[in-house]
Nanobody, 126 residues
Framework: QVQLVESGGGLVQPGGSLRLSCAASGFTLDYYAIGWFRQAPGKEREGVSCISSSDGSTYYTDSVKGRFTISRDNAKNTVYLQMNSLKPEDTAVYYC???????????????????WGQGTQVTVSS
């Protein structure tokens, strides 16, 4: 079955850390650019971080620069999002997604990605 499955979300206090995982099955992540996106209630889905599979280049939205790190482990067919110094405004459902096989970073916008996981909830609250 071709799918992406996110895990690692949860409830964390401000300043805490979480590591999200995105595991692929039925296909090889190495052939795709991968993105992490998030959607908070009442807001549009936004690109948090994306990584190319052609040269490993990465993108981070301004609000997470210096706090989040995207990485990929092709041997495990998994992409990670390490989130440190979490803030209440990071609260959202986080999704991983793959593009159409371009392997390029591009703009890290949702319309560039066409295969999505089911999402994992991240709640940052004291």
């Amino acid at each position: 079955q071709v799918q992406l499955v996110e895990s690692g979300g949860g409830l964390v206090q401000p300043g805490g850390s979480l590591r999200l995982s995105c595991a692929a099955s039925g296909f090889t992540l190495d052939y795709y650019a991968i993105g992490w996106f998030r959607q908070a209630p009442g807001k549009e889905r936004e690109g948090v971080s994306c990584i190319s599979s052609s040269d490993g280049s990465t993108y981070y939205t301004d609000s997470v620069k210096g706090r989040f790190t995207i990485s990929r482990d092709n041997a495990k067919n998994t992409v990670y999002l390490q989130m440190n110094s979490l803030k209440p405004e990071d609260t959202a459902v986080y999704y991983c997604a793959t593009d159409n096989g371009s392997r390029l970073l591009r703009l890290c916008l949702p319309y560039e990605y066409n295969r999505w996981g089911q999402g994992t909830q991240v709640t940052v609250s004291s």
